[in-house]
């Protein structure tokens, strides 16, 4: 599983998601199956994130060194 994602598409949520923006994907087994990602979002109000159609992000890897601080950054 890709720990981080782009978001390609945002227009069912547009105060929620940034296009062109990178968010952290959360583990789900029971999601995943129905297409669907727990990411957590702008709100930042729930730690266990939110589920969105998988279809409005592409998985991307990313160097340890970025990873590192793109999870420091979002436990703020």
Do not use: Q
């Amino acid at each position: 599983m890709n720990k981080f994602v782009l978001c390609i598409n945002n227009a069912s949520n547009p105060v929620s998601l940034i296009v062109d923006k990178v968010y952290r994907r959360l583990p789900d087994p029971e999601a995943e199956p129905h297409n669907l990602y727990r990411i957590v979002d702008e709100d930042k109000s729930e730690p266990d994130g939110y589920l969105y159609p998988a279809s409005i992000f592409v998985p991307i890897e990313l160097p340890e060194i970025a990873e590192r601080a793109l999870t420091t950054a979002n436990a703020s």
